[in-house]
């Protein structure tokens, strides 16, 4: 079992920041891809960001230019961060980590952002 440890969110007005973490404990992770995906009410979850173990990164376009996704690798803790700048209305979501390392494709329980218009 996986235990994904997120913090960070929670009500900003738009034009606000937030930062998120996500904390994984297990020296195998230290090589996987991580990331956050968000997802609103009746919707399907969607990329936010990943990064690879060599600091690739991905974004989805909605957020590029906004978000900023980070990692730091300890001996067994990879650590994944997630800078959000200039919030819109539309950025209110739950937002999920997961880390991808095959076959293990693991999620957080997810951490609610609202970004207030």
């Known amino acids: 079992q996986v235990q994904l440890v997120e913090s960070g969110g929670g009500l900003v007005q738009a034009g606000g920041s937030l930062r998120l973490s996500c904390a994984a404990s297990?020296?195998?992770?230290?090589?996987?891809?991580v990331g956050w995906y968000r997802q609103a009410p009746g919707k399907e979850r969607e990329l936010v960001a990943t990064?690879?173990?060599?600091?690739?990164?991905?974004?989805a376009d909605s957020v590029k230019g906004r978000f900023n996704i980070s990692r730091a690798n300890a001996k067994n803790t990879v650590t994944v961060y997630l800078q959000m700048s200039s919030l819109r209305p539309q950025d209110t979501d739950v937002y999920y980590c997961?880390?991808?390392?095959?076959?293990?494709?693991?999620w957080g329980q997810g951490i609610q952002d609202t970004v207030s218009s």
């Open positions: 990064i690879s173990t060599g600091g690739i990164t991905n974004y």
């Open positions: 297990n020296s195998i992770f230290v090589n996987s891809r």
């Open positions: 997961n880390i991808y390392s095959p076959p293990i494709d693991s």
